[in-house]
């Protein structure tokens, strides 16, 4: 059995915001290749259909010489900005090597916990949406048995948040069972301190977790000793919509509830990266800019007060005619980034922010994987500075630390070096994170049951 939470030491790095299986490193993927036969084609399509191109020879991959390791790392590490679909491929080449059977979580967990550089670490999970609830509950319990066992070999404290599917009847059936997991079984209950959301974001609107929030919350409330912290990947990928549409999705992330927000990356990016021939016009599906208009309307006295511009006639036209389109999720419209619309987005993201403030949500940010996945490219882009300036609590998280080939020390030293945070920033972060531990968001309590 774990220790309870309650007698967690004080830790100095406390990793908030990484995913297990995106820590491996290259000798990990080495190791799961002799486990268990690959399933080369993972890998192979995806690069093919990524890339253009035809893959190396996957068995070059995993000859276990020098030579190998070397072209194995050029294919798996993701080291400078590209579009989401070559990160992808660097993760396929993961799937390609994982089972993510009962045993494998076991050690894998081990594994990455040996090589983990937090004293406080909360690894997700995303197991695939076919696993029964019975295989459910068996891997979570092999995941909680490796993190025991990591605690004790390296003396770290180690905890799962399991990701739930974004798709509403999984993701119940998932948080049914896990709850019932945790009645059932010490070791979930004391391992277990989050439930997170992740994988695609478009089409998966915050508002429509607001009941499943509220259930959370209620659930927290009536059981403080089995208490899940919601942490919700928000504002990441937004390629359906404006950046003001995928702003307010970080605001109403946040205000139906969730205790963390994963990137929040469109509430405070720099607007001037959404200029020229690639990023000056996004397309926005038409059903997202009607919730937009109407966003913007309900709120129109406070937003005017913080000095956005906003031509309440024009609007409500332009709602009444995109109302009449026969399925709006088949439409899009076009939203041109000018020097005065960006000049309103940065108005419209500082209101925002301080939305967020409002709620107490802490907001998880990934330097190095938003810099290269979502290419920001540059520290002038990203949002740190921002979101430190309008005084939202802020941790840094490594994220995929294996791939990106980091580490949150590692993070935490780049970010001292930019503009708007420094060294007295990060001491900051560092005390939000001990503060914003899952357990602790969540109000959890000694449990004395069970």
Known sequence: MGASTDAIPEPRLCELHSHLYGCLKPEDLEFLARRRPPRREIFLDSYRRNHGVEPPEYSTLFAGTPESRSLLERYYYFLEPAEFRFFQTCFDLIISVAHTDPEELALVSRRVAAAEDADYAEYRVLFPPRDSPALFGEKVHAICEGLRDAERDTGRTLRLVPSLWREQSQCDASYDQLRSLMHAQDIVRNYTVGVDFCHVEE???????????????????ADPGRALAI??????????????SAARWVLEAAQAGAHRLGHAIALGVNPDLFQGPERGVRREVVSERLDQIAFELQHRDSLRDAGYAMDVDALMGEAKSLAALAEPESH??????????????????DWAMQGVRE????????????????????????????????????????????????GLQAELDLVADWPGVGKSAVETMLVTARRSRSDRLAGRQPCLYG
């Open 203 to 221: 089409g998966h609107p915050p508002a429509a977790k607001r009941e499943f929030f509220a259930r959370v919350l209620a659930d927290n409330r």
């Open 231 to 244: 942490l919700y990947h928000v504002g990441e990928s937004f390629e359906d919509k404006s950046v003001e």
């Open 332 to 349: 899009s419209v076009a939203i041109e980034y000018d020097e005065a619309r960006r000049e309103n987005l940065r108005i419209f993201q």
């Open 359 to 406: 709620t107490g949500a802490v907001v998880e940010s990934c330097p190095s994987s938003n810099l290269r996945i979502a290419r920001l490219e540059d520290h002038a882009n990203h949002p740190l500075a921002r979101f430190l300036a309008a005084d939202l609590p802020v941790v840094i998280g490594a994220d995929d630390p294996g791939i990106l080939k980091t």
